[in-house]
């Protein structure tokens, strides 16, 4: 299991995270036994901006936090190439960092050829993440992680970014890519639709090894498969996840259930970003967009759909909005 409380989380906290946060959740995971904790902004290293929301604490600080707690987790940052750069990785592995995963849109994986191949030179552990796979084919899914594979990627992580995909469309991506290539497979689901913990199991039965997850499902849209739901089902379905069942709950409690701004059901805005394909982390963007226009926000959600927005284009909501005011004038 991959923990993404400390990134994926970030956008339900607006990116909020205080160092003495990361590092009390950090050791929290580690004491647990997650293996593999990534510690970013939202969207990854540079991702404190304007467009993406400003941090509270730049992430070099929580990834130095974070790497000064855990004794044998291995801290991992997420890097969305052009919007984070090589330098950012390499201060971040500086600091602790040892697992950068570099994140492409699904159908462009080459965008991270450069970046792969500079976590390899630095000796970290490097993770093709594609992005929105809903958006290919199965087998242009397994034809974009060959290419990461061939870049020297240690393994690959499929993402559905908006918590479109069901079971079967699960299914038909990771055993596309278990066929096309011969390194680890991962899989990080969001809760739109409410098949998180469905769609990681059907990743699981058909080849992927990794799974991400998050504390009480902290996540952007819906949030994630909830780690501590993850562990008990794996548990009894017999399998050793290496990981305490108790102290992941525990601590989800003690440590996550405090910061939690808004409660991580499927509201109409979560349950929109599946049905209509939209990037999770746009949720509380439309939100605010929304709010600014007048306008109904399940409305800009089917339009940043139908447009096929995807991850770095956050600007697209405001102009969206903007648009969708002026023709109703």
């Known amino acids: 299991m991959v923990d993404t409380t ?15 946060q990361a590092e009390a959740i950090a050791g929290g995971l580690d004491e647990a036994g997650v293996p593999i904790i990534e510690v970013s902004h939202g969207d990854g290293l540079g991702g404190s901006s304007y467009t993406y929301g400003f941090s509270k604490e730049l992430e070099f600080a929580l990834v130095e936090a974070a790497a000064r ?22 201060r971040a592995h500086g600091l602790g960092a040892s ?15 450069q970046h792969i191949a500079a976590a390899k030179s630095l000796g970290m552990e490097a993770v093709g993440f594609l992005m929105m796979t809903h958006l290919a084919p199965p087998e242009l899914v397994a034809s974009e992680a060959a290419k990461m594979e061939s870049y020297g990627a240690d393994w690959v992580n499929l993402a559905d970014s908006a918590g479109y995909l069901l079971p079967g469309g699960v299914a038909a991506r990771v055993a596309a890519v278990r066929s096309a290539v011969n390194i680890p497979i991962g899989w990080h689901a ?24 998050t504390l009480r499902g902290l996540g952007a849209g819906a949030g994630n498969t909830q780690i501590e739901a993850l562990a ?13 069942f108790y102290k992941l709950m525990d601590l989800a409690q003690s440590d996550v259930d405090p910061l939690i ?20 982390s746009f949720l509380l963007h439309v939100y605010d967009a929304a709010k600014k226009f007048g ?3 399940r409305d800009i959600m089917v339009e940043l759909g139908r447009r096929g927005m995807v991850g770095g284009q956050e600007d697209m909501i405001v102009d969206v909005a903007y648009q969708q005011k002026a023709a109703a004038r």
């Open 6 to 20: 400390l990134r994926d989380g970030s956008h339900a906290v607006r990116h909020a995270f205080t160092a003495e």
């Open 261 to 280: 701004r808004r409660p991580q059901t499927i509201d109409n805005g979560s349950l929109m970003l599946g049905y209509a394909g939209v990037y999770s």
């Open 99 to 113: 697992v950068v995963r570099v994140a492409t849109h699904v159908t462009e994986a080459d965008v991270g050829h």
């Open 69 to 90: 707690r855990v004794k044998r987790a291995r801290i991992a940052v997420l890097l969305l190439p052009g919007i984070g750069t090589i330098e950012d990785m390499e």
């Open 295 to 297: 306008l109904e926000p």
């Open 232 to 244: 008990g089902v794996l548990t009894r379905m017999g399998a050793d996840t290496g990981a305490d």
């Open 190 to 213: 969001h809760n739109n639709l409410a098949v998180a913990m469905a769609n990681s199991l059907a990743a699981i039965e058909h080849g992927a090894s990794y799974i991400d997850g």
